[in-house]
């Protein structure tokens, strides 16, 4: 399939000789003067790769372009022709957007085999991403609950935007899954997504794993390294666990918010970072400043937006639906056998509250796949230790009632009436009361 090239160039000299070349080889190609008309063809066409030749001011209005460009069209790759080469300019070029840059002079081939490898490579990662994002989102998205509407357009909203959110709820809720779905609907999508478990990192390593460090900085160092925080430059990093950083890793991580630099271990210069921050916790971080436990500057910084995950006891009706999923995903995983939960294995999952959330639901289920148990798994088929932990269904409100009837009959409303000895009117006016979501 024949790749579309964009040429963005003041003047038509060098860039008129890169267009020729492309097109013998095998590009379709298209130019622009200026970035308007630039975001005009963009708007219009799309293309896979643009390519900024040098410009009459220099390679800073270059990358003036890219970061414009960028900010348009997020997922096109860019390529600058440059006749100069620096480490700053290479930073400056990676801090506005742009994937590859060449130095002039080059061969010919050379940069029709640079061209089409760095469209090779954006098609490549774009796949792998659109994958990993559509297996990830679905995950964190799963629930026709009103709680889940409400949470999807929540987090598309803040997704778009560059703010640091703070993510809180129950262990095994998804905060994880809530941060990539952020990240992955943001502006910083083609860029890293890094995640850092506030939890695992000791005092004595922190700044060399966020910061990095140079050679020699400590006994051990036999390398450069770069930081954790110098790789997400550009993307999102995700502070899971925030309520178990440590003092001295508070006091640290505010400075970054404040300032935006970090500093290398053995280094006096400080580097500037791009990044937004997306943190999570199960904890109470209120109670914990209270405690003098938690940094209140820090709170603010982090508590921007907030985002709160419900626990699966408050969206029982997404049970059913969590249920299916699980069951598909670990037959593909384990090439079956189980079909379906029985009505009575059902019952008994809808009246467990689920202290663990999903986390604990997907482990349940697991265990039964892991058991190779029938094609349907009645009470008698779950381990003793889920009959232990699982408690007998008890008589129920009556929402619970209602979705357990409705699941047990496949949401069939009919059924679901004749089974709870309701009409059918009656029926619908408790689904409107409880705010059950219909499938």
Not at 244 to 273: C, H, N, P
Request: proline letters at 3%; hydrophobic letters at 35%; aromatic letters at 6%.
């Amino acid at each position: 399939m024949t790749s579309n090239v964009m040429i963005v160039e003041q003047t038509r000299g060098v860039g008129q000789h890169l267009g020729t070349v492309l097109a013998d080889g095998g590009f379709r190609v298209q130019y622009a003067s200026d970035i308007r008309s630039a975001c005009a063809v963009l708007h219009k066409n799309g293309m896979d790769l643009v390519v900024l030749g040098p410009s009459t001011v220099g390679p800073a209005n270059s990358l003036e372009f890219a970061k414009q460009i960028r900010n348009i069209c997020a997922g096109t790759p860019l390529l600058l022709v440059t006749d100069r080469s620096s480490e700053e300019l290479a930073i400056s070029a990676l801090r506005s957007g742009i994937s590859e840059y060449v130095k002039a002079p080059f061969e010919d081939q050379y940069f029709i085999t640079t061209v089409d490898n760095c469209i090779s490579s954006h098609k490549k990662h774009t796949q792998i991403r659109v994958a990993t994002q559509s297996v990830e989102t679905r995950l964190t998205m799963i629930g026709s609950s009103a709680v889940m509407r409400e949470l999807r357009e929540r987090l598309a909203r803040l997704g778009s935007s560059d703010t640091n959110v703070l993510i809180t709820g129950e262990t095994g809720t998804g905060k994880e899954l809530a941060a990539t779905c952020l990240h992955s609907s943001s502006r910083r999508r083609n860029r890293p997504l890094l995640t850092i478990n506030c939890a695992a990192i000791p005092d004595t390593l922190f700044e060399s794993e966020l910061f990095g460090h140079e050679r020699g900085a400590f006994t051990g160092a036999q390398e450069r390294r770069k930081g954790k925080l110098q790789w997400a430059d550009g993307g999102t990093i995700f502070l899971d666990e925030i309520g178990d950083l440590s003092g001295y890793g508070q006091a640290k991580m505010l400075r970054i918010l404040e300032d935006g630099e970090i500093q290398r271990l053995g280094k006096d210069e400080t580097t500037a970072v791009d990044i937004r921050v997306i943190a999570a916790t199960n904890k109470p971080l209120e109670q914990l400043i209270k405690d003098r436990q938690f940094r209140s500057d820090l709170y603010f910084r982090l508590n921007v937006a907030r985002v709160q995950l419900p626990a699966l006891r408050e969206r029982k009706e997404d049970l059913p639906e969590l249920i299916d999923y699980y069951v598909d995903y670990f037959n593909r995983r384990f090439g079956g056998p189980v079909k379906r939960l029985s009505d009575e294995a059902l019952n008994y999952f809808m009246a467990h509250d689920w202290p663990g959330n999903v986390r604990e639901l997907k482990n349940c289920l697991e265990t039964i796949f892991a058991e190779a148990l029938g094609a349907h798994t009645s009470v008698a088929s779950l381990t003793p230790e889920m009959k232990q932990r699982f408690n007998p269904p008890q008589p129920c409100d009556e929402r619970t009632q209602l979705i357990a009837a409705l699941a047990e009959t496949n949401w069939n409303k009919s059924k679901a009436a004749d089974k709870l000895n309701w009409s059918r009117m009656t029926l619908y006016r408790k689904i409107a009361r409880y705010h059950v979501a219909a499938r």
